[in-house]
């Protein structure tokens, strides 16, 4: 992007030499056994990029949204299942818990999750619950100095292989009465569910999160009690601004085979290349491609710069990344599988990344809001 300083075109560099050498070679087992490849943590850990977003004072490295949105785009553009992953623990996680954490909540469990000896998610979603969040029906009640927490989670990305969890639970009646806790799996009365077979991501474990009178200590509440239904919206505004560049790093990567493969394809005497429809294709992937990764960058800079004055985005956070969400994501499924067009047959071959890609790319339809969601937020913001 042409305001990128130079420490972001650093970053966007050494994120570029690292996806290319370390994960791309590894995207298509983590598909097919839809496992995420040992040592992809450690090795991210490594690069200091688990606590990208969090202060230097807590270990971590002080970055912004932009260059969280680059390195979620460059993982994005060779195996999304990483980035999804590295995006629940990175950004759902580490994030969350830097932001709305105590100091003594950051100095218990920041550590070893910024050093990859633990994974975390998140737990919003439920069974009988999604884009309605608030209708949760996960209960905390009191029990002396404990919480005793009841209910499941599903779909939570890293659920199957993570050990400490940012749950949501309700604490009241009223439908804004939800607070926070910190989850070890090792809490008497936890257990992680079924791991759930999915149409992409694979290589990104997902599953749920089960708590039948889990005993959480009140020390792991995070922020008052009664008081996440907010904190909990304005956590979302940087993960879809995240998963977005997720989107644009797929479309990329995409892209990048189609292109190449039109130009070394004949049919009919010359190159795919050569034929308008295939022009065509490639001309309005390449566009919707960059108008996308503009607004994502739009929204993460924005993102950045009211941080740093110390205001909060609000309501216009809510809003530019339900709109770099929507268009990104749109734009990657429809790019995706005109890349998978322009391959004919080798577009639908598992032997060829594109197909994949198109798998992965519907993901960021649905999660993190889904499309319906981000137009409701939009056409609420600037409709009355
Ligand atoms: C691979 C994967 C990873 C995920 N990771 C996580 C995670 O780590 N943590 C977590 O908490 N959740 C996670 N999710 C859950 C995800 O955020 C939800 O699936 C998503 O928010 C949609 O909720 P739902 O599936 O219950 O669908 P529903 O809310 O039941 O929606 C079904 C359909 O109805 C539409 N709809 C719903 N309400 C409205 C409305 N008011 N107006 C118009 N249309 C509407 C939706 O857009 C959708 O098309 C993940 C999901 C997947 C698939």
Redo the contacts with the bound molecule.
């Keep these: 992007m042409w305001f990128f300083s130079e420490e972001e075109r650093m970053l966007q560099d050494s994120m570029q030499n690292f996806a290319q050498d370390q994960i791309l070679p590894l995207a298509e087992q983590a598909d097919e056994t839809e496992t995420l490849p040992e040592g992809h943590f450690s090795k991210m850990a490594e690069m200091g990029l688990l606590g990208i977003t969090v202060p230097e004072e807590f270990g971590g490295a002080g970055m912004g949204c932009v260059e969280a949105t680059i390195v979620h785009e460059e993982l994005g553009a060779v195996c999304a299942s990483t980035a ?1 992953t590295y995006l ?1 623990h990175t950004i ?1 996680f580490v994030h969350n818990l830097a932001t709305n954490g105590s100091k003594e909540q950051k100095e218990k469990y920041l550590p070893d999750v910024i050093s990859g000896k633990s994974i975390g ?5 439920e069974p009988g ?5 608030l209708a949760m029906a996960t209960m905390a009640t009191r029990d002396g100095n404990d919480y005793l927490l009841s209910g499941t ?7 199957p292989n993570g050990q400490i969890f940012y749950v949501y639970a309700r604490t009241g009646d009223g439908k804004k009465d939800v607070s926070t806790f910190l989850v070890e799996n090792s809490f008497e009365g936890f257990s992680h569910g079924k791991k ?1 077979r ?1 149409m992409g ?1 694979r290589g ?1 474990p ?1 599953g749920q999160l089960i708590m039948d009178q889990c005993r959480v200590p009140k020390a792991n509440r995070v922020g008052k009690e009664g008081y996440s239904a907010t904190h909990m919206m304005r956590n979302l505004d940087i993960e879809r601004i995240t998963i977005a560049g997720i989107s644009v790093g797929i479309a990329r990567g995409a892209l990048a085979v189609a292109q190449r493969y039109v130009q070394e394809r004949e049919a009919f005497g010359q190159t795919l290349s050569k034929f308008q429809m295939i022009q065509k294709m490639y001309a309005d992937g390449d566009a919707e491609l960059h108008a996308a990764k503009s607004l994502v960058y739009e929204a993460a800079k924005r993102w950045d710069i009211a941080k740093s004055e110390g205001r909060p985005l609000g309501k216009k956070g809510a809003l530019w990344a339900a709109r770099a969400k929507l268009i990104a994501a749109t734009m990657a499924t429809k790019v995706s599988l005109d890349c998978v067009q322009m391959l004919g047959g080798y577009g639908y071959d598992r032997e060829f990344p594109v197909e994949r890609m198109a798998r992965d790319a519907k ?1 960021n339809e ?8 981000m ?2 937020i939009i056409a609420r913001e600037e409709l009355n």
Excluded: P, V
């Design positions: 999804l629940a759902l998610g998140l737990g919003i979603t619950s999604g884009s309605d969040s989670k599903t779909y939570i990305t890293n659920a759930i999915k991501m990104s997902t993901l649905i999660g993190a809001g889904t499309n319906e969601i137009r409701l």
